[in-house]
């Protein structure tokens, strides 16, 4: 193992028109210790003729073809064929600038193991962003100027897909990508924070972040929001549940009812509150939907609230505040 060489792990998949920017501002890195692994995920277009172009004009970059299929399968070979220090993954669509594999390593080399290198990210689209990505990239990008993103982990992915690195002897210990767990950056970055792993803070754009119809989070059944709320229900009866106190759900849109469901299913006791008149005091699965008020009957608790009104948050937050209650202890954003 080379000392300091950074694996970037590409997995690619008919996206041809979108390669050469990619790896040419990999090429274009002012550090220079580095390795491609990119894996051809069974393309149907001309994705690996333009990989093996620059495979024959750089050594550091090799190709292989995936073991299995999909995403999962294709990082999993690509990490069994890396030898680096650190590891870092990169979307074959995606842009670096050119000093992130130097601010990464630095920030790593630093701050020692035990740390996640995060950058702030820029969308780009032909057609323009909108408001949901641009809201979710200031959002973000809030969170990595502090290091503070695991703080709101339930709400979304705090540690964009293809712009972290991490130690390999901490990427083992996290299990790397072995879970056959979609969507896999989420999972991944679960697990970071149950490691105990710390964010190392940047206020600088280390990546541009292509958006585009048919992208695979876009068009693939394993990006769709019944499978991130699995991973947020999973990790936080895992990680953060104390099962001596009551557990508040707390909203009855698709979120709430899809959380409702999977507690019914494993035999978690709750409480189901709303603030909408309408269904106050009606049952589904069972469960009798009752007023927020009841909270003030109620002892020691933790709450899940999947409430998406951004104003209704605030007053939520705010209740919260009286009580003397505490965030990602006491009650929990999942939206």
Not at 81 to 105: A, E, N, V, Y
Not at 232 to 250: A, G, N, T
Not at 260 to 283: M, R, V, Y
Not at 303 to 321: C, D, L
Request: proline residues 4%; neutral net charge; contains cysteine.
């Amino acid at each position: 193992m080379k000392a300091n060489l950074v694996s970037i792990l590409i997995p690619f998949k008919n996206t041809a028109p979108y390669l050469r920017e990619c790896l040419d501002s990999i090429l274009a890195q002012s550090y220079p210790s580095w390795e491609v692994i990119a894996v051809n995920d069974h393309s149907t277009d001309e994705s690996l003729q333009i990989v093996q172009e620059y495979v024959c004009r750089d050594t550091r970059i090799k190709v292989f073809a995936n073991s299995g299929a999909g995403v999962i399968h294709a990082l999993q070979t690509a990490y069994a064929k890396s030898s680096g220090t650190f590891i870092t993954r990169m979307d074959s669509d995606d842009i670096m600038t050119p000093d992130r594999l130097q601010i990464m390593t630095n920030s790593l080399l630093e701050h020692g193991p035990g740390h996640v290198a995060v950058g702030q990210v820029t969308y780009f689209s032909h057609r323009g962003i909108s408001d949901g990505y641009d809201r979710y990239e200031k959002w973000l990008n809030r969170l990595t100027a502090k290091g503070s993103n695991f703080s709101e982990i339930y709400k979304e992915c705090v540690i964009p897909s293809p712009c972290w690195m991490v130690h390999r002897t901490d990427f083992d210990a996290c299990d790397g990508f072995n879970p056959f767990r979609y969507p896999e950056d989420y999972d991944l970055t679960f697990r970071f924070y149950e490691a105990g792993l710390n964010i190392i803070p940047c206020d600088k754009t280390l990546l541009y972040w292509r958006d585009y119809d048919h992208r695979t989070s876009r068009t693939s059944e394993h990006y769709a929001q019944n499978y991130f709320l699995d991973i947020k229900l999973h990790y936080f009866l895992k990680l953060d549940y104390d099962p001596k106190r009551l557990l508040v759900v707390w909203g009855a849109g698709f979120k709430g009812k899809k959380i409702a469901k999977s507690l019914i299913e494993q035999h978690i006791e709750f409480t189901w509150i709303c603030d909408n008149p309408k269904k106050i005091g009606k049952k589904i699965y069972g469960k009798t939907l009752l007023p927020f008020q009841e909270l003030d009957k109620i002892g020691a608790s933790q709450s899940i609230v999947t409430v998406a009104n951004e104003m209704a948050q605030e007053e939520i937050r705010g209740y919260f505040k009286k009580l003397g209650l505490k965030h990602m202890t006491d009650y929990f954003f999942f939206c």
